[in-house]
């Protein structure tokens, strides 16, 4: 059996890069802090239903993980369904710039619903994808270079979000009118996003072990349980995830009560675009080397303390400079989260079922997400927006302490550790 190299892992980079770097780009045209709430909004949508949509989205990625985790217990080929499950969105992407580029919806009065039954297909299938994209990473990367790898990946995430970000701004000033000049972002996306899915088929894996032996559904469902009730500094982490997850309804929060407070003109998206992934580059970059150096951990806190700070901006802005930096906030702590969090599922799963761990999180995380979602959406309807900013922020300070004093870095526990029932204690 030939054994995974450096020089392997690093070949997955280069593509990695590329891949990372169309879909930034084209999601530059389908953002949830900035395009989702404010296009709802110009649509028509209800104000509680476009600032939701952050946290809505959260909620439909979890829905599906834990039946995909299940279903993809035995895949023997993971590239070929890392592949499939893209097309998904592929074809959601597609639908949404056919529809919004050629229909003329602009005469239907319940034209937010048509796009808000699009993104809730959108989410769905970005939640079929994660567990066998996460499944995919782990076997074509190595563990010792996993934060570098992510790092380095999501900085081109957001060059490529850069880019996309200016191209976006031009796209909303043309003459192209509205919801068309949509449409065509959405075409965008869904060309972005093929060109990265094709990616795909130039990585090398990790060769199939000798002997297979194929996981039952009891087998899976006892897994779930034991990671459930055995792995501690797992719950512990789980926990300060709860607060954690007041950013989410808060990204949509900002752009709506900025856009009623200041008034910009829409196209400023591709400027909050812009600063967004400037900062989400560079922190991912840093992040990812800290998390391998300090454990992933350390770079978690930083996306905690990054949306901690966005609602301070957002409570005490003055004018759209300070508005300029909760979307550098907003930048840095989704910078910091995507390469911390999945280099977190990876330690703490070890050698068992990454899929099962990250459906567990996003699973469990769920009902919370609805809460601040309904919570924060009732604030909203009564224009108690200080209030919800408030609530927002400490639970993210609680979150904070949560973190830093019950959670111990899985890198560091693996190292003086004590194995009860397969876990670390």
Same mark, same amino acid.
């Given at each position: ?16 890069? &590329? ?30 239903? *476009? ?36 097309c ?60 570098? &790898?992510?790092?380095?990946?999501f900085?081109?995430n ?74 501690k500094?797992?719950?512990?982490y ?10 989410l ?23 909050f ?62 910078? *910091? ?21 990250? *459906? ?11 809460i ?11 224009? *108690? ?40 204690s």
């Amino acid at each position: 059996m030939t054994e995974f190299t450096l020089a392997d892992h690093n070949h997955n980079l280069r593509y990695n890069i &590329f891949h990372e770097f169309f879909w930034g780009f084209g999601v530059a045209f389908h953002t949830i802090y900035a395009i989702i709430p404010l296009f709802l909004r110009t649509l028509g949508a209800p104000e509680n239903i *476009a600032m939701s949509s952050p946290g809505l989205f959260s909620i439909l990625i979890a829905l599906p993980m834990l039946v995909i985790a299940a279903l993809g217990r035995n895949i023997r080929n993971i590239k070929r369904a890392v592949i499939l499950v893209h097309c998904v969105i592929l074809a959601v992407s597609f639908i949404m710039g056919f529809t919004f580029t050629y229909f003329k919806l602009e005469t239907f009065s319940s034209a937010w619903m048509v796009y808000f039954i699009y993104f809730l297909l959108y989410g769905l299938a970005i939640g079929i994808i994660v567990p066998i994209w996460a499944e995919f990473l782990n076997k074509a990367t190595l563990r010792s270079e996993r934060g570098q &790898f992510f790092g380095i990946g999501f900085a081109f995430n957001s060059l490529g979000g850069l880019i996309g970000g200016f191209a976006l701004r031009a796209l909303l000033s043309s003459s192209i009118p509205f919801p068309q000049n949509f449409g065509v972002g959405f075409f965008i996306l869904f060309g972005s996003l093929s060109i990265g899915t094709l990616l795909f088929i130039f990585y090398r894996t990790k060769p199939k072990p000798e002997t297979y032996s194929n996981k039952t559904i009891k087998d899976f469902i006892s897994e779930l349980k034991q990671i459930i009730w055995g792995h501690k500094n797992f719950q512990k982490y789980l926990f300060s995830r709860i607060f954690y997850c007041a950013s989410l309804p808060g990204m949509g929060l900002y752009a709506i009560y900025c856009q009623h407070k200041f008034n910009f003109d829409i196209s400023e998206v591709g400027i909050f675009t812009i600063l967004n992934v400037i900062a989400s580059g560079t922190t991912s970059y840093v992040v990812g080397k800290m998390g391998d150096k300090w454990g992933h951990k350390s770079s978690m806190m930083v996306a905690y303390i990054s949306h901690l700070l966005a609602v301070l901006l957002a409570i005490f802005a003055q004018d759209m400079n300070w508005v300029y930096g909760i979307f550098i906030a907003i930048g840095a702590g989704q910078g *910091a989260f995507m390469p911390s969090a999945m280099n977190l599922v990876y330690d703490f799963a070890e050698n068992r079922d990454t899929k099962s761990y990250m *459906a567990l999180i996003d699973s469990f995380l769920a009902p919370f997400v609805m809460i601040y979602i309904i919570g924060i959406g009732i604030l909203i309807d009564q224009g *108690a927006y200080m209030i919800a900013f408030y609530v927002l922020g400490s639970s993210l300070f609680i979150g904070i302490l949560l973190l830093h004093f019950l959670v111990f870095d899985p890198q560091h526990v693996k190292q003086t550790s004590i194995h009860i029932d397969g876990f670390s204690s």
